[in-house]
């Protein structure tokens, strides 16, 4: 009886050291800013790497630390604009956080282009200027296209796209 007294306390503590050492600490970053991602009917965001766009993909194409290749895929019979501006966000302990940025004072060119109804453009985005090199992890890569029904009049949706740093 008294080895069994012993053994659920020993065990406990096992389980404790397993398991409790797997939560990354996350007090010091800041949780995403997007309730939801990828509302758009018609319109997302897709790895170049292995997928089924006619550009054939290369090595380049695979998520780097510092840049990842993706595409626009509008099926949708809206014309669309997005613009330069990015987010990186790795996901931890099953939640969003903002990644920090390397330097404090940035901004993106404010320019928007035109995604055509019915067409895809690819991108390759590189962000170590903004980020640096990121570490081993998942995360996704946040831009927002814009849905004008006329000048001065618009909706905001934010499009995400999920990658592996290995």
């Not at 940035?106 to 200027?129: A, K, R």
């Not at 081993?136 to 927002?144: C, K, P, S």
């Not at 814009?146 to 000048?151: A, K, N, R």
Request: with cysteine.
């Amino acid at each position: 009886m008294l080895r069994k007294i012993f053994l659920v306390p020993l065990v406990s503590l096992a389980m404790l050291g397993l398991f409790g050492c797997s939560f990354e600490d996350t007090s010091h970053l800041e949780p995403t800013n997007y309730d939801s991602v990828n509302t758009l009917d018609g319109v997302s965001l897709h790895l170049v790497e292995g997928s089924n766009y006619s550009v054939e993909p290369t090595n380049e194409d695979a998520p780097t630390p510092t840049s990842l290749s993706y595409y626009y895929n509008n099926t949708s019979e809206k014309e669309l604009t997005y613009g330069q501006v990015f987010v990186i966000e790795e996901k931890i302990n099953g939640k969003w956080f903002q990644v920090p940025t390397v330097i404090e004072d940035y901004g993106f060119e404010d320019i928007g282009y035109i995604i055509q109804p019915q067409s895809d453009v690819v991108l390759t985005t590189e962000w170590e200027w903004l980020y640096g090199r990121l570490e081993a992890g998942h995360y996704r890569l946040i831009t927002e296209v814009l849905d004008v029904e006329e000048p001065g009049s618009y909706d905001i949706y934010p499009l995400a796209i999920e990658f592996d740093i290995k």
